[in-house]
């Protein structure tokens, strides 16, 4: 099974890759935060630039609905040294679909193949999708399925739920079998709700050909999800040496965006958001997790972590 690690906006940053693999692994391909500035920020340069991804396979992804801007993008990244770029039309965000980007961009399906049409005549790279299944109805997605089959996709990754159902409810798996009848011969990855290894026995089990899934909240609570989904241990709670190794991430982590950043505020900002998802594998409490969230300076931020280990 290959496995790769989903792109998380302001948490699977370079820091976080590069300490990811250091300590973990079992991640076949990254995907980065979306890029969407036409000229590439600052900050998107240092997401993508070749000497903060050394020794990974990382995939950039880009989030827009003007052909200009992708093509801009994906020739900066080509000069790079990258092969792959990802268009983002997965994204629920209301601020996103607002602009028909994102997810949105399924909500005007003639124009997305127009987009596509222009883009694969163009782009020097090759391009794969990540792709919700529609904005309102899962009726919408065998149209989308009908325009994704007449380009050469590298790779289609499906999380298979609908824009308004942002991450609520059961994945449509149903959708993903249908994607599997209709494109048999593209490349499929499933993404959605991977979080534990009975949920993705639950999920081969259901699509029983899939060879490709994408984990993303599953990977924050537990780092080491990707090697146990490809082995035959079971899933037990961490023991000292694995809380030993979790604390060398999470500085690692913390020193990286003490060093890209300047002040407190914005890197406690990103390890309190990181905190959200990595609760659970400490086994942190509800008090030591109010206590990150109010922390104010990292030395008082430092104080709460040595005391939780």
Known sequence: MQIY???????????????????????????????????????????V???????????????????????????????????????????????????????????????????????????????SIKTRIGMESVDEWEKLLTIYGKYPLKELIVHPRLQKEFYNGTPHAEAFRKAQEILPLLPLCYNGDIVSKASYGAITDTLKTVECVMLGRGVLANPTLPITLNTQNSETSPNAEDLQRFRAFHDEILEGYREIMSGDQPVLFRMKELWTYMRRYPGLTDKQLKQIQKSKRIDEYLGIIDEMW
């Open 5 to 47: 690690l989903a792109p998380m906006e302001g948490i699977t940053t370079f820091i976080y890759r590069n300490a990811f693999a250091r300590y973990y692994g079992g991640i076949d391909k990254y995907f980065t935060p979306f890029l969407s500035n036409k000229s590439l920020s600052h900050k998107e340069i240092n997401e």
């Open 49 to 127: 630039s070749p000497e903060h991804n050394t020794g990974l396979t990382v995939v950039p992804q880009i989030l827009t609905n003007q052909t200009e801007v992708f093509l801009s993008i994906a020739a900066r990244l080509a000069d790079y040294g990258y092969r792959e770029v990802n268009l983002n039309l997965g994204c629920p965000s209301g601020t996103v679909v607002a602009k028909k980007r994102g997810a949105g961009f399924l909500s005007i399906p003639e124009a997305l193949d127009a987009f596509l049409e222009e883009i694969f005549d163009k782009c020097p790279l090759n391009i």
